[in-house]
């Protein structure tokens, strides 16, 4: 019995640890203002991912899409990665809370360039970055 219960926790334990290091990865913002900022500073544009927290189509883009190392660094390059919850976050008026997930590709005055609705696999979502990279031009 003993033995059950020490490989149950060593199991939770490297579950864990994978998903924060995944989190660390993405390195999500969760305030609006900083993300701004942020991309102000740095010569970025934001993208704003909103979903929340009991959604099952925001977790399926996150595992099949955003684990993706070569996508990550790709978007990392160009935004700052915002991410609220409509559960957890203030989002601000002019955003969609309804129907998550919802993406914004904004400027760093926080016009918005680009909205998509819902979870697109990993080649899809190269195609929206795609799109969004000519809009800004």
């Known amino acids: 019995m003993n033995h059950l219960l020490f490989l149950s926790k060593v199991f939770f334990s490297i579950l864990l640890l994978s998903s924060t290091l995944h989190a660390i990865e993405l390195n999500w913002e969760h305030n609006y203002e900083n993300a701004l900022a942020t991309a102000k500073k740095e010569q970025k544009m934001v993208y704003l991912f909103i979903g ?12 099949l899409t ?16 915002l991410y609220m919850s409509r559960d957890q976050h203030k989002i601000p008026d002019g955003f ?5 997930p919802f ?27 795609d799109e969004v990279d000519l809009i800004s031009e």
């Open 96 to 100: 969609e809370k309804h129907g998550v």
């Open 103 to 129: 993406h914004y590709f904004l400027t760093s005055t926080g016009k918005t360039i680009a909205e998509v609705q819902g979870s697109r696999e990993l080649e899809g979502w190269y195609d929206v970055l």
């Open 52 to 63: 929340a927290d009991n959604c099952k189509h925001c977790e399926r883009f996150k595992k």
């Open 66 to 81: 955003l684990s993706n190392k070569t996508l990550i660094e790709r978007m990392k390059k160009k935004y700052i990665l």
